[in-house]
Nanobody, 129 residues
Framework: QVRLVESGGGLVQPGGSLSVACAASGVTFSRLAMGWFRQAPGKEREFVSGISANGDNTYYPDSVKGRFTISKDNAENMVYLQMNDLTPEDTAVYSC??????????????????????WGQGTQVTVSA
């Protein structure tokens, strides 16, 4: 059974930085494409980053491009999201997601929540002065 557990959320001031992490277990991590999504109260879930199973390819929407960086450590079964220059609009629950890949498509990343098979419980990120 795949299990994803996020950590590292918290309160940060506008303009600050924060890193959240996601630990995976129960699966061959190197075969997982990973993604980060966020959901603010009263808003739809929003894709914020995706990374291929081999870690070579990433994608960001314009809302976070240049500020957020996703990375994947296949040796440690971890995926990270480094967030810089945060604004109050980044306040949300951040969740990691995983999609099991075959050996022939380890280069692909995914941007839609329906593309993912497994989800973590989420971690709260609050940006406020």
């Amino acid at each position: 059974q795949v299990r994803l557990v996020e950590s590292g959320g918290g309160l940060v001031q506008p303009g600050g930085s924060l890193s959240v992490a996601c630990a995976a277990s129960g699966v061959t991590f190197s075969r997982l494409a990973m993604g980060w999504f966020r959901q603010a109260p009263g808003k739809e879930r929003e894709f914020v980053s995706g990374i291929s199973a081999n870690g070579d390819n990433t994608y960001y929407p314009d809302s976070v491009k240049g500020r957020f960086t996703i990375s994947k450590d296949n040796a440690e079964n971890m995926v990270y999201l480094q967030m810089n220059d945060l604004t109050p609009e980044d306040t949300a629950v951040y969740s990691c997601a995983a999609r099991a890949q075959s050996s022939w498509n380890v280069n692909n990343y995914y941007t839609r929540y329906i593309d993912y098979d497994y989800w973590g419980q989420g971690t709260q990120v609050t940006v406020s002065a």
